[in-house]
């Protein structure tokens, strides 16, 4: 079967998550994708996602090929120009100052390969006050208004469940590459990209940012309520909790009849959407109690029978048994040797054609160097020096 990017070839130098994230959306769909690390023999940090065998280090690197190799010694240099000469992507996640010191810097690597698309992904950008500083997801979080407007108003700042910062910066950086990639077929150029945690967390921030660039609105914490609409948000039944998304005048109409409270049609603080969100904890305190007297489930159905968005709050195992979720078969298999049979995330989009495939676990570390060293021509005399010189 085709695969949608097979015959790609991308070169992976990043670590912790923002670029695994984004080499992730390659390797899924057929990239060839090797990932250099640094000989167990030389001193570094590692990966930083933690042990090579976890759950989070499979889920971010499967699909890919291991090759270790030493940035720092010249035949490690040398080596890695050798495969940029046939790369189409080079995705890293240095800072700017570490990868000219280097020689590894875009301006050299174009020299070598003008169609290479040079992507780095950093915490604030690759120049300005902060270019050089390091990033992190929760500091990025912080920094981009996003814990500002989470929470309960009144508590404090508080991050998101997940890290959004540095999976949104991946998936930017993927989308960057892609359009690269596209252009590069009419100019038979390729070019810089470029994405970093702040300015992807600021995008994410969407209508939010936009309230305030457009009106001057400040957003605060409005905790599960949405911010200008309502009634949007977690409501308390007879047995828990469960969302309901009711806005515009006719869904309005539909929830008033579907809870029983139909003199709230005629009153006056809910005439409109302005007006309900002005009177928010007014028209809460009336949907809470005609909620109580049923549960989640008897709920979901009636409200589902008369068309208004809701849903129940699921933990992690409530989603992956979810049978939704289990018709749309994100949870996928792959043979790990020495795990087994374990199960990772897929992807979220689907290709009718050329869908996306968990092919293989994450590689063990250099387990593919001497095949990539014998497909750049060097032979098993030269592989064995380079392990005895420590460049591999």
Partial sequence: MNEALQGLKLIDLTRVRAGPSAVRQFADWGADVIKIETPDSIDSNGDLSGRREGSDFQNLHRNKRSMTLNLKSKDGLKIFKELIKNADILVENFRPNVKKRLGINYEIMEEINPRLIYASISGFGQSGPYSDLPGFDQVAQGMGGLMSVTGFEGNGPLRVGIPVADLSAGLHCALGILTALYERERSGLGQCVSASLLESQVSMLDF??????????????????????????????????????????AMWRRLCNALDIKESLDDKDFEDDTARTKNRKKLTNIITQALSINTNNDWIKKLNKASIPCGPINNIQEVFNDPQIMHSAIAQTVIHPELGEIKLVGQAMKLSRTPSKLKTAAPNKGEHTNIILKELGYDSESIAKFKMEKVI
Avoid: K
């Fill in 208 to 249: 939010q940012a936009a309230r305030y660039l457009v009106s001057e609105e400040i957003a605060g914490q409005t905790g599960n309520d949405h911010p200008t609409m309502a009634p949007m948000g977690a409501f308390r039944t007879a047995d828990g909790y469960i969302n309901i998304a009711s806005t515009g005048e």
